[in-house]
Structures are given as structure tokens and as C-alpha cells.
């Protein structure tokens, strides 16, 4: 699993919980606490998904533009995240007269796909809707918009 899914997902619950206004990539970057580069090509990719609709200059920003209760986690990790769980360098090799060297690869693949499509399944289970409503009761808010986002531990809106 790679960062972007993170971003993605903290994105579209933080558009959730305020899903009547506008935000800037510098405020979701701010409560998402990375940067605001890093926020503008995942909502990029959220956007050319249908997830989020953007407005540019003056009073633009993104906002949500799909119902949070119908988007799966495993929607939003096939699009940032797919093929992530296989490491980029495997041992072995093909070529080698070992049989567990040459092998070794091929074995681990199988093991790393099959381990994604069960964490897919795992992620199919939660909507962006039910992370909103696990976040509202670890801070025992039951209500959208009851008390402001802080960004990174700040009580502060932007």
C-alpha cells in the first residue's frame, strides 16, 4: 500500500464531513499534513475518477462529488494503489540451478496477488462514509460539522 491511498481516503472523508463546501489543496493538505503537491495529484486522480469535482481560482478547491456511503475503500485503493503490495525488487533468479532461486520469484508474485485480491475483498467492506462515522466516535461527534477540522493537531478552519 503506498501514501497516495492514505491522501485519498483522508480526502474524500474530510470532503464527506463538510460536503457542502469547498476546500483548498492547501487546506486538506494542512489536515492531511503533507504537501500540497502531493494532495493535488491524488485529488487529480480522484477527479478524473468522478469522486471530486474542482473549481479553479478565487474560491475554487474541490469538493465531493459522489455519495461517500456508495464509494468502497477497494474502489479508491485500485485506483492509487493497485500492484503496491509487490516489493519492487524480488530475490532469485530464473536462470539459476537452484530450484528455490529460480523459482523464488514467480512463487512470491502468486503469493503478493493473491494477498492483494484478499485485501481488496478486506477493503470492500468499508465505505468512505463508514471511515467518517469511525472517526466521529473516536471523537464521540455524531453529527456532521459539530466542531472544526483541525489540521495537524491545530483547532483552526482555513
Known amino acids: 500500500m503506498n501514501s497516495e491511498f492514505t491522501i485519498a481516503v483522508h480526502s474524500l472523508v474530510l470532503l ?19 504537501h500540497p503537491a502531493r494532495v493535488r495529484k491524488v485529488m487529480g486522480c480522484l477527479r478524473k475518477a468522478g469522486y471530486v469535482a474542482a473549481k479553479e481560482g478565487i474560491g475554487g478547491g474541490f469538493i465531493l462529488n459522489c455519495d461517500p456511503a456508495q464509494v468502497t475503500l477497494a474502489e479508491i485503493y485500485r485506483l492509487t494503489s493497485i500492484g503496491s503490495i509487490k516489493p519492487g525488487w524480488c530475490s532469485g ?10 523459482n523464488m520469484a514467480a512463487v512470491m508474485d502468486d503469493i503478493y496477488q493473491e494477498a492483494e485480491q484478499q485485501m481488496i475483498r478486506f477493503l470492500e467492506r468499508f465505505t468512505v462514509s463508514d471511515v467518517l462515522d469511525r472517526v466521529r466516535k473516536m471523537t464521540g461527534k455524531a453529527a456532521s460539522g459539530e466542531a472544526g477540522c483541525s489540521p495537524c493537531g491545530q483547532d483552526k478552519e482555513s
Do not use: F, L, Q
Open 93 to 102: 533468479d530464473e536462470e539459476a540451478d537452484c530450484m528455490v532461486a529460480g
Open 16 to 34: 464527506a464531513y463538510k460536503p457542502d463546501h469547498m476546500a483548498t489543496s492547501d487546506y486538506i493538505a494542512h489536515n492531511v499534513c503533507t
